[in-house]
């Protein structure tokens, strides 16, 4: 078992921490923020992520698990460091690289001796090597370091089982050295590894998030067509599903994607392409698709409602998926903004955050929220949903339109209460 450092109490950070914890390591996470590391000594999470709570408990009992702050006394002591910090968009679509900046200062003034910098935050090709150099110049020697790429493909909401159950481990050096010792770190999850170039590894991480989103805007624009033929997009989904070319997912016609992911990481291949010369037609048609599908729905609605003055709608589902408490580029937000600026009332409520926003009403109840609501709107599938009194939200609505932005609930069951049901590529 090994000593690990882990710089970064994110929610990539905390996951891969209480991971490598259970595993048996010893593991120290690193944040600069003091307050947070204050909390989590004191046993509080920051972030709502399934089962990592319990997770971090059992570690910190079992004394496997330790916060600190203080990054260089921590990176001097430890041969393996993790690097899991936050890499956010630029208003350009570029990656803000800072948190990394900042973190290669703290390396370049600690590494003395022999450390294998493992990198887990996405950041764009090129960037493990321009750490590399950026050591060197400051006085680090070769034979101190290696640097790996290990992309996570950790989905919010399973993370910490994600985190046990892999599908794969991409270890992306430019040297033999490290990969002995990286493979042994994740020996016991029994995932298939693949070692691969410094670039290709950085590369891996975008383009699969890239071409999860094409999966996405692809069936979302073909929900748009079935609409024209009054063909069901959810029989569709599933004869396509049956090839094993094509597979069950991502593969759900909805309001689009959203997170802290999938958006950034378009962004940041765009550029990437562009800044070389490429013209990446098919990312700006993933966006494209992904933009104007807030606009499919609210035409919808329009379509049925005539206009959204002064109508009072309930939209139930905030975060930009179920199961988090994340509304980083939820679509749900970007559905809320255009209602409201069509001068509809909006009654809000989700299972996990109250949201507050000018001219919106949270609520903490959904019966409260639909209360002479004109239309009931879906934006986010919370399994929750599904199980409500019908009866009940029909007597508190005033109209009877319901409007599932992600094909989620039971139409027939809709329709037999007296609902009237309105989705894209739903006849
Ligand atoms: C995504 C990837 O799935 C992870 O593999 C990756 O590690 C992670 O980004 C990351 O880069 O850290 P996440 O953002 O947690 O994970 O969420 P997803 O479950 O991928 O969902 C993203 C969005 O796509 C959500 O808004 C979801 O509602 C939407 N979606 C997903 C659809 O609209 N249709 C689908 O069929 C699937």
């Not at 936050?86 to 290669?104: F, K």
Request: hydrophobic share 40%; aromatic share 8%; proline share 4%.
């Amino acid at each position: 078992m090994m000593d690990i450092c882990v710089i970064g109490a994110g929610y990539v950070g905390l996951t891969t921490s209480a991971m490598l914890a259970e595993l048996g390591h010893d593991v120290v996470c690193i944040d600069k923020d003091q307050t947070k590391i204050e909390q989590l000594n004191q046993g509080n999470v920051p972030i709502y992520e399934q089962g990592l709570e319990r997770l971090l408990k059992n570690t910190r009992k079992k004394k496997r698990l330790k916060f600190s702050h203080q990054i260089e006394k921590e990176i001097g002591s430890h041969s393996i460091i993790f690097i899991a910090v936050g890499t956010p968009s630029l208003e350009d679509g570029r990656t803000d690289l800072r948190a990394i900046q900042s973190v290669t200062t703290s390396l370049a003034a600690a590494v003395t001796s022999y450390k294998i910098i493992i990198m887990k935050s996405t950041v764009p090709p090129g960037t493990n090597q321009w750490i590399g150099q950026q050591l060197i110049e400051r006085g680090v020697s070769p034979d101190w370091f290696d640097i790996v790429s290990n992309p996570e493909f950790l989905k919010e909401g399973t993370a910490v089982k994600d985190s046990f159950h892999p599908n794969r481990i991409v270890i992306g050096t430019s040297s033999k050295r490290p990969v002995t010792t990286v493979k042994s770190i994740y020996q016991q999850l029994n995932a298939p590894v693949i070692v691969t170039s410094l670039a290709a590894a950085e590369l891996i991480k975008y383009a699969s998030n890239t071409f999860l989103a094409a999966k996405i805007s692809f069936i979302n624009e073909l929900s748009r067509i079935c609409d024209v033929f009054d063909a069901d997009i959810l029989e569709v989904e599933k004869g396509m599903a049956l090839d094993p070319r094509i597979g069950p997912h991502f593969i759900r016609a909805g309001l689009g994607y959203g997170g802290s992911c999938f958006p950034k990481d378009l962004s940041a291949l765009k550029y990437i392409a562009e800044k070389n010369n490429i013209y990446p037609a098919m990312i700006n048609a993933v966006i494209d698709v992904n933009k104007t599908q807030i606009d499919t729905y609210v035409n919808k609605l329009t379509s049925v409602l005539t206009h959204l003055q002064g109508k009072r709608l309930a939209v139930w589902g905030i975060t930009f998926k179920p199961n988090t408490d994340d509304t980083r580029s939820s679509q749900s937000i970007g559905l809320v903004d255009q209602l409201l600026k069509r001068g509809a009332e909006l009654h809000v409520y989700d299972p996990m955050i109250d949201f507050q926003a000018e001219g919106v009403t949270n609520h903490s109840s959904p019966y409260d929220s639909v209360r002479d609501a004109d239309c009931l709107i879906i934006a986010t599938e919370w399994p929750a949903f599904a199980t409500v009194n019908w009866q009940k939200i029909q007597k508190e609505m005033k109209g009877n339109l319901i409007m599932d932005c992600r094909n989620f609930l039971d139409l027939t069951k809709l329709q037999s209460h007296g609902f009237h049901y309105l989705g894209v590529g739903r006849p």
